[in-house]
């Protein structure tokens, strides 16, 4: 599967961003997705998970609230709903799939995308 996102740019802190992930192919919907993260001189962190069907998401604490994650398999398609943003928030955010049903484990995911940058000014 290849992933492409969208959406990313810059942002006042308060303020909210969707990004977008289209994967190809016809399997997408047998996918569990993710979205982590990687701001300058750290480490790429989790941000938020879907399963397979959308029934079941996880989230990272520090986003927990305030981001949403979903998907609409008809489109090939993964979001990320991004409210009150922090300019703690600026990072690379990265899409990123799994052939695992195990969405909830940060290990299991083998195909990332390019990844855009969120940037959120104070």
């Known amino acids: 599967v290849q992933l492409q996102a969208s959406g990313g740019g810059l942002v006042q802190a308060g303020g909210s961003m969707r990004l977008s992930c289209a994967a190809s192919g016809r399997t997408f919907s047998s996918y569990s997705m993710g979205w982590f993260r990687q701001a300058p001189g750290k480490e790429r962190e989790f941000v938020a998970a879907i399963s397979w069907s959308g029934g079941s998401t996880d989230y990272a604490h520090s986003v927990k609230g305030r981001f949403t994650i979903s998907r609409d398999n008809a489109k090939n398609t993964v979001y990320l709903q991004m409210n009150s943003l922090k300019p703690e928030d600026t990072a690379r955010y990265y899409c990123?799939?799994?052939?695992?049903?195990?969405?909830?484990?940060?290990?299991?995911?083998?195909?990332w995308g390019q990844g855009t940058q969120v940037t959120v000014s104070s």
């Open positions: 990123a799939a799994s052939d695992s049903t195990r969405y909830y484990r940060h290990d299991v995911y083998d195909y």
